[in-house]
Structure formats: C-alpha cells, structure tokens
C-alpha cells in the first residue's frame, strides 16, 4: 500500500524568501513521485518527478525537490518566491498503482 | 505538448438527472483516469481505464460509471446524479510503460465543475 502525506496544509512566505512544501510517503515499492501544482480553476501541472534517478530533481519554474529514502521524504523548495507562485501544491506517490495524491498545501505569497 | 479536453468547464444539472461529463486527449496515452476534488479532500480516483472497453474501479466508484468505445476519449456517467456529487471533477491520462497504470506523469483537463441542485 502507498500512502503520501503533506504536512502542513497551508503555507505562507513574503515575496523573494525560500518556499519549503513538506512531504512524506510511504510505498511498498521504489516509488515514482511526483509534484503537481494547480492554479485556481485549472488543472494539475507537474512540476517534476522522481524515477530512481538523481536525488535531486529540477522542475519547472525554478522548484527542486530532493528525495531522502532513509526520511521516506520528497520535499520541494523553491530559493525564491514569487507572487505566481501562489497556488496548491500535491504531492504524488505511486508504484505500480495508479496515482496517490496527498491532501494538497495551499501556497500564499505575500507582497 | 499533450492536451486533454474537457467539454464543460462549467454543468449545473438536476437531482435524478442522468449526466455525461466527457473527457478527449491527443496524444494516444492507454491510461485515462476520473477524479472529484472536494476542498479538504484532495483528488480522489473514481474510475480509470487503461485500455479501450477496458475500466477499473477507483477508490469511490459508488453512483457513477464510465465509458471508453474509442482510445481518445473517456467519458464519466452519472446514473441518477445527487446533491453530494456537486464537485470539481478532472479528467486525466498518461502513457502506459512497462504495463503498469502508475509510473508515469498524468496530464490533466481544466475540470468540470459540476453543481447538482
């Protein structure tokens, strides 16, 4: 079973300070995952994915994430925040099952 | 780049009225996929096909059903549709490698969002 769990449910930074969206899972399998970003009234985009590869991922928009197999965490940074970067954010873990998304963390920026 | 559409952005529809939200993607991917989100709730699966004619239960299958008679599209069907249906509902695909559903990114539609009254 996979389970994904995003810590904190809503996050608030100033404009130009580090972003940090927590996220743990758990998988019975190497895990594949992924982070989704959704801007009000459209879907999800993928920001970027982990496939066994580097531990370190670059995505879209200046994110990284780094997975921490021994913290069973995936989580996502950003250096610097930017006002369109306000959105929600899900973290995604999947094996060989179809998608588990977690609850979703509600990104805020502020000028 | 990969495009899924779907056909309303925007449905408002009756109790006991049977509904069809459609879903069409371009880039001939196996996988389609029905989600509803609810705030607080996150995406939760409905159903998903990973072949043509072919469908599997999801996490909440209860008063729905779907259809795929052709690869590109994937349409969701509410039998009776109820108040506690009123959501965003989002379409979804992905390619298939390796033959498994999940290892690969989903594409997602706008989504629908549908108010049952």
């Known amino acids: 079973a996979q389970s994904v769990t995003q810590l904190d449910s809503h996050v608030s930074v100033s404009e130009g300070t580090p972003v940090l969206l927590r996220c743990n899972y758990s998988?019975?399998?190497?895990?594949?995952l992924f982070w989704y970003v959704q801007h009000p009234n459209k879907g999800l985009q993928l920001l970027l994915k982990?496939?066994?590869?580097?531990?370190l991922v670059k995505g879209i928009n200046g994110f990284e994430a780094e997975f921490k197999k021994s913290e069973t965490s995936f989580h996502l940074t950003k250096p610097s925040a930017h006002m369109s970067d306000a959105a929600e954010y899900f973290c995604?873990?999947?094996?060989?099952?179809?998608?588990?998304f977690g609850k979703g963390t509600r990104l805020s920026v502020i000028a | 780049d990969v495009k899924v559409t779907q056909s309303s952005r925007y449905l408002v529809k009756r109790t006991g009225e049977k509904v069809f939200l459609e879903c069409v993607q371009d880039?001939?991917?196996?996988?389609m996929f029905w989600y509803r989100q609810d705030p607080g709730l996150g995406l939760r699966l409905i159903y998903f096909?990973?072949?043509?004619?072919?469908?599997e239960k999801g996490d909440i299958p209860e008063g729905y059903s779907v259809s795929r008679e052709k690869k590109e599209r994937f349409s969701l069907i509410l039998e009776s549709a109820s108040t506690n249906q009123t959501s965003m509902y989002l379409c979804?695909?992905?390619?298939?490698?390796?033959?498994?559903?999940?290892?690969?990114?989903?594409?997602f539609g706008d989504g629908t969002r549908l108010s049952i009254l």
């Open positions: 979804a695909s992905s390619l298939q490698t390796g033959g498994l559903i999940g290892n690969q990114p989903q594409h």
């Open positions: 998988s019975s399998y190497s895990p594949s």
């Open positions: 096909s990973y072949d043509v004619k072919m469908k």
């Open positions: 880039m001939d991917h196996e996988n």
């Open positions: 995604v873990v999947t094996g060989n099952t179809p998608l588990v």
């Open positions: 982990y496939t066994s590869a580097a531990t």
